[in-house]
């Protein structure tokens, strides 16, 4: 059983309204007067992290990721639980929890703590699996199903930032890195745009393979334009840019001519589904081609 | 940096009542008209359960160990989301996970899927990570800190099954397990009790581990009568029986001569706070003796 059948599996039971065909950034679960906005992301050593990153920003990240969920549904957070498993640079793990918590005004609710081995001889690689809960301030809460054609394509900034920063710390420029170390969620922006936004997602795993997504819950096609698309890289790296993860700008769609509560760029046009979900520049990509050269969560 | 110094740096963070300073079964977060009740608990290779083990069964203790936390305050669940890491029996899984949330009636809502590596030419041992939500039936929603001298201590059943259970597959006898492979949540008794419990936690390390856990809780000492405690073991195991985790029964404090609404014993008396926080028979444990075997999250 591969990933994909995994995953298919899995679907078939998560036959509830709420779970959204496990096919969006979070579940959304109307309860009384509230509608409840969940999410669950893990990180594990060697794949979202890499042995020997400072801890304090692999737990940045754990928070700002799920954040950037509900950020993408128009939630604000009421809270996280996650469950830790022991090891190396425990304090600095704690340290930029306790900074990443403050910063967006979320409480710790509760969690688990487990030990990491050696289990047998083997050592756990190590992983980290948080949840966030937040509070839904519009409804109906933005899925990525609602873009229609005739719509444009939005994003809320550039992408490209944490490719230049993986690049700079690879390179041993440790300060340079903070776009990929310390991601941001969009939290207001996301709680301005969800009332206007007819789909909306945050790019967490590359501008076309996400727009791709988009476009398939849709049921649409969705055209990019790529010089419109804001970059924050040399212009040569502009496709590689339009590839990369780890930005989570909101990615969303509406009318061309909307007033939008904050500032954003117009970087493409949905179409009537075609034979592909993406286009850029009016054209389909090469079937070998990747959409995306990272998957981050 | 220990487990405890990890924990303690934790409930530094975790400063929201909701969070109950990190030392109950459950988060409780009032929202609108209701009252939340989220849970996270996780299981870990080697740990929690062995390689080999069908894992049809430890997708069921997965999620009945978080929903026997929801029962222990009450609370009715609405859902679940989990992050599952890839590996061998994974069509086992689902299918336990299939079972378990058939039997309760819990959607699922969400989640992650991650790789097993190996990373760096280290398989990670599995871990499984579920988050329960539920909806508090009553409020105040138990908590472990209500026990009152002069008040009893009550269990809702009797300890020792999972042992029993867990020594016949470790003697082959794989169809006598069922009481340690897959443990039930007692989610309608927890409901019943909450309104009428001062204290309630459920008993998944041990009777005697969890006694004192309450009773720590709650600034009192607790006295247990051995004969009176119900075990689902020889009478030569009795002592053992009150150490094994696992069994899921609800352990709650009240009045001696209320009339609880479900068939209860009545095992204990609470006292005011002594020297130690549990006692059997009157007497407290020798200082190296040990007041659970086995620690099972």
């Not at 059948?5 to 309860?31: C, E, K, M, N, Y």
């Not at 980290?128 to 229609?148: D, E, H, M, Q, Y």
Request: charged residues 20%; contains cysteine.
């Amino acid at each position: 059983m591969d990933e994909l059948d995994f995953i298919q599996s899995l679907r078939a039971l998560a036959t509830h309204p709420a779970a959204r065909g496990l096919d969006d950034d979070a579940a959304v679960l109307d309860l009384g007067t509230e509608t409840l906005v969940l999410t669950q992301d893990s990180m594990v050593e060697g794949v979202h992290y890499l042995p020997g990153q400072d801890m304090a920003d692999v737990a940045w990240k754990l928070v700002a990721v799920n954040l950037s969920d509900l950020a993408a549904k128009g939630a604000l957070p009421l809270g996280v639980l996650y469950t830790h498993m022991l090891g190396a640079g425990d304090e600095r793990f704690v340290a930029g929890l306790r900074d990443v918590l403050a910063a967006y005004d979320t409480p710790l609710l509760g969690g688990d703590t487990v030990g990491s081995g050696p289990f047998g001889g083997v050592r756990a690689a190590r992983s980290f699996s948080l949840t966030a809960i937040g509070r839904a301030s519009c409804t109906p809460v933005p899925s990525r199903s609602g873009a229609k054609a005739g719509e444009s394509l939005f994003i809320t900034g550039p992408v490209g930032a944490a490719m230049m920063g993986f690049e700079a710390m690879e390179a041993g420029m440790e300060e340079d890195g903070s776009a990929y170390r310390r991601p941001v969620p969009l939290l207001a922006e996301g709680r301005s745009l969800a009332p206007y936004a007819s789909a909306m997602m945050d790019v967490s795993d590359g501008l076309l393979l996400d727009t791709s997504r988009l476009a398939r819950a849709s049921g649409v096609t969705i055209d990019i334009a790529a010089s419109s698309v804001p970059i924050a890289a040399p212009e040569t790296r502009r496709q590689d840019a339009m590839r990369w993860g780890d930005d989570y700008q909101l990615l969303f769609t509406g009318p061309e001519a909307a007033d939008w509560p904050v500032e954003v760029c117009r970087i493409g046009t949905v179409l009537r589904a075609g034979k592909t979900p993406v286009l850029v520049d009016g054209e389909a990509l090469a079937p070998d081609e990747p959409l995306g050269y990272r998957h981050s969560g």
